[in-house]
């Protein structure tokens, strides 16, 4: 946590930093942002846990602890302390105990049990690998999770043996799956996630299942006698990445049983309060390339599962029962705002919390959490464009925001301000939504450079939320445009598949007309306009440099350039050629190419840099090489970054997330007039 300078508070400084003059965000105060995620309010309503992320600038490192508050805002203290990894705490039913992972003893990350009133705590496991999706049984007895479990893969290819002494190379990897390796993974090991229960006395994990696929978090019976969780199950599930079903499992004899059956994925089963029904999302694919995720409820006996949200355009996501078992609470992204709402077992919507978010540091994405009590109330992580997430609760009495963890660093620094833009699309008048981000101090009497900053996915959303490096750029004295384009989410499946097997290209229309939307507000430098995005945004990047030279300097960030090549060798192989294409690239070759930013590279004049992390599995440094020496070949002024140690997400260590933002600066400013 951020150290506290009570001496200097003490001493009477505290109004000498209140009348501070405030300055603009500087890179390594990314070092001193925190934000809260996982809030769990207690059973009845009245006090709540939450993880109160933070950075260690000496270490370079992601930290969090656990922290507890009344759900009025009082006694906010915390109950895990130190420059460690204490996070996932969850409730006993009788809310007098709470298990939480840490790996305060050492590297290796356990389970830990802790008694509320007195604070002390005890490992429940020790196990090489740590529990997943933990859920207490409902005599607060047991426990129930998935882990991993290696299994042993064998070689066919057998060294002699070495002579005593002798030094040889490494033997051989031998692999023979499709899905051998991820991004944030690596190589991936043999071994799938299997199901267990565990007394909260400790002891031996007692191992539920054994066969060779992964097993969804498990989901307790009201008897106690059961367990629910979804898994694929089918021969070919390597090829088939999207059926998984809904599963019981009997604790006595282990005896599993199939509750749904379709083609498409059903998950994370829900049990009602009273015990007799079911809830899960779930959808029947139709293999597009953006489907919506539904909510379906069934009674535990078996039977026809009936569609709650049939009549709801957006897709239904963290799914919990209403006490009274009427009907469930759920979130949801709406024209670029995370909510929740209710759902009755009429299915009738009724919102009840909007500005849910903050989650997303690095760049303004819609992402948020919750948890509702035994009396309807709601914890959630509030997030707004002027600060990343902090605790909110909602109830009768209506919202109260409960932390305010950046007050001590924002207080003295001055933040852009984001307005909310729409424009219609030169493309075919279709309504585009986005956000202006001007400078601190901004006078709209002057001309400020521009950049248009695009979000990956294609399949996700940007928001009205805080994100550290627009804010970067804002601070460095751009105007910043970030919007959500056709196939963006949020906005409904129909606008969402306007890009199905067709991306990139109509997007690139409504990008530009968001930047034309933006100049007409007369305090933009039409001199100096620069792009960049990430991930689907790199590939829009790289797909705009090759239709336009009207940005002076272009970063790509993690792009695809080459789709086949993309699909051949990113993680997840099955998924993209069947969803994104529908042909393999060699049935094909044609459609990959035409949509693939090589196709256009003999184009591009904008000076373009590339940016990737080294062990990025989603899209492979390999694509951005490809970018980087095709531009050479023809001459145009080109660098490559490669953030050394980063996978896709770069920000896995926070200097990472300082790299991109100081990597993209330097060249608009190197090209900037």
Not at 142 to 161: D, G, T
Not at 256 to 278: C, F, H, L, N, Q
Not at 346 to 358: E, I, R, Y
Not at 655 to 672: C, Q, R, T
Request: net charge negative.
């Amino acid at each position: 946590m951020k150290k506290q300078l009570l001496l200097f508070l003490f001493l009477g400084c505290f109004p000498v930093m209140q009348s501070q003059t405030k300055t603009n965000l500087e890179l390594v105060d990314i070092f001193n942002m925190e934000f809260v995620s996982d809030p769990q309010i207690s059973p009845d309503g009245g006090q709540v846990l939450y993880v109160r992320n933070f950075k260690d600038v000496m270490t370079d490192k992601n930290l969090s602890n656990i922290w507890i508050i009344n759900s009025d805002g009082s006694k906010n203290r915390p109950i895990t302390t130190g420059n460690q990894n204490d996070f996932y705490p969850r409730w006993s039913h009788d809310g007098r105990k709470i298990i939480f992972k840490s790996n305060r003893q050492d590297d290796r990350m356990k389970l830990y049990l802790m008694w509320i009133d007195t604070k002390e705590m005890a490992p429940l496991t020790n196990t090489p690998k740590a529990p997943e999706q933990v859920t207490w049984s409902p005599d607060d007895r047991y426990l129930a999770f998935n882990m991993f479990v290696p299994k042993p893969e064998e070689s066919i290819i057998k060294m002699p043996s070495k002579p005593e002494g002798a030094k040889w190379n490494t033997a051989p990897t031998y692999i023979d799956k499709l899905n051998y390796r991820g991004d944030g993974q690596g190589y991936i090991k043999g071994g799938t996630m299997q199901l267990f229960t565990l007394s909260i006395n400790g002891g031996t994990p007692k191992q539920l299942t054994t066969t060779d696929f992964d097993h969804g978090g498990p989901e307790w019976a009201k008897d106690g006698k059961k367990l629910y969780f979804s898994a694929n199950f089918n021969p070919d599930e390597a090829f088939e990445p999207m059926n998984s079903e809904v599963y019981e499992i009997e604790l006595n004899d282990q005896k599993v049983r199939a509750m749904t059956e379709r083609y498409g994925p059903d998950d994370g089963p829900k049990v009602s309060p009273d015990g007799t029904k079911i809830a899960y999302t779930g959808l029947d694919d139709e293999l597009q390339g953006y489907q919506l995720t539904e909510l379906y409820v069934m009674d535990v006996a078996g039977g026809t599962p009936k569609l709650l949200s049939g009549a709801f355009d957006r897709s239904i996501a963290n799914i919990q029962w209403a006490k009274d078992g009427k009907g469930l609470y759920f979130q949801y992204d709406d024209k670029g705002e995370t909510k929740i709402a209710h759902i009755s077992l009429a299915a009738q919507v009724t919102d009840k919390v909007t500005n849910v978010g903050g989650l997303s540091l690095g760049r303004p994405y819609n992402q948020g959490a919750y948890t509702v009590s035994n009396t309807d109330r709601i914890a959630y992580t509030l997030g707004t464009t002027q600060h990343p997430s902090d605790l909110g609760v909602r109830d009768k009495r209506g919202d109260k925001r409960l932390t305010f963890v950046n007050d001590d660093l924002f207080s003295f620094k001055n933040l852009g301000n984001v307005e909310e833009l729409w424009w219609k699309s030169s493309f075919d008048q279709r309504d585009i939504q986005g956000w202006v981000v001007t400078p601190p101090n901004f006078d709209p009497s002057k001309k400020y450079p521009f950049i248009l900053e695009i979000h990956g996915g294609p399949f996700s959303s940007y928001g009205s939320v805080y994100s550290a490096e627009i804010q970067a750029y804002a601070a460095a004295g751009y105007v910043v445009l970030y919007s959500n384009p056709r196939g963006s989410t949020s906005y409904g499946e129909e606008f969402g598949n306007l890009i199905h097997h067709d991306y990139p290209n109509h997007d690139y229309e409504d990008l530009m007309s968001g930047v034309d939307a933006v100049i007409e507000k007369g305090y933009v430098d039409t001199d100096n306009l620069f792009v960049t995005g990430g991930s689907g945004g790199g590939v829009l990047t790289a797909w705009i440099v090759g239709k336009t030279d009207r940005f002076k300097a272009a970063v790509v960030a993690k792009p695809v350039i080459n789709w086949a090549s993309f699909v051949l060798y990113a993680d997840g192989a099955a998924f993209f050629a069947k969803y994104w294409f529908g042909k393999k690239p060699w049935e094909d070759p044609e459609s990959y190419f035409k949509r693939s930013p090589l196709n256009y590279v003999g184009n591009v004049t904008t000076p373009t840099m590339l940016l990737t992390g080294e062990e990025d599995y989603r899209t492979p440094i390999a694509e951005s090489e490809q970018f980087y020496t095709a531009l050479k070949l023809e001459g145009v002024e080109t660098a490559m970054v490669r953030i050394s140690g980063a996978s896709h997400g770069i920000a896995n260590r926070p200097s990472n997330l300082i790299a991109k933002i100081a990597g993209i600066l330097a060249w608009f400013e190197k090209h900037k007039d």
